[in-house]
């Protein structure tokens, strides 16, 4: 079982910036990638930033410049640094982790977990 937690969001005003944070725990062997969605009322979960092992990132064009996704890979926890944030940017953000899960002594089996998510609001 491989658990995931975030923490960091809450109310800003536009042009604030936040920091979220999530962690990976449980039976993890090793993870491919771990990376940040978001899915605003009535919308469909979209990619917010990703990143994988190698350290190589994605983001989605809408927060290109504006926010920084960042791993540490010892502490399987992924960051994500958002700053001018807009009104647009108001969502519950997933973290999602993405890897291989392994008990001791049995072969490694990939697994694809999410966190409880974190309601972002942009408002004045």
């Known amino acids: 079982q491989v658990q995931v937690v975030e923490s960091g969001g809450g109310l800003v005003q536009p042009g604030g910036s936040l920091y979220l944070s999530c962690s990976a725990s449980?039976?993890?062997?090793?993870?491919?990638?771990m990376g940040w969605y978001r899915q605003a009322p009535g919308e469909e979960r979209d990619l917010v930033a990703r990143?994988?092992?190698?350290?190589?990132?994605d983001y989605a064009h809408s927060v290109k410049g504006r926010f920084t996704i960042s791993r540490d890979n010892g502490l399987n926890t992924v960051y994500l640094q958002m700053n001018s944030l807009k009104p647009e940017d108001t969502a519950v953000y997933y973290c999602?982790?993405?890897?291989?899960?392994?008990?001791?002594?049995?072969?490694?089996?990939?697994?694809?977990?999410w966190g409880q998510g974190t309601q972002v609001t942009v408002s004045s």
């Open positions: 999602n982790v993405v890897g291989y899960t392994s008990e001791s002594g049995t072969v490694p089996r990939p697994f694809d977990s």
């Open positions: 449980g039976t993890i062997f090793s993870i491919n990638a």
């Open positions: 990143v994988t092992s190698g350290g190589s990132t």
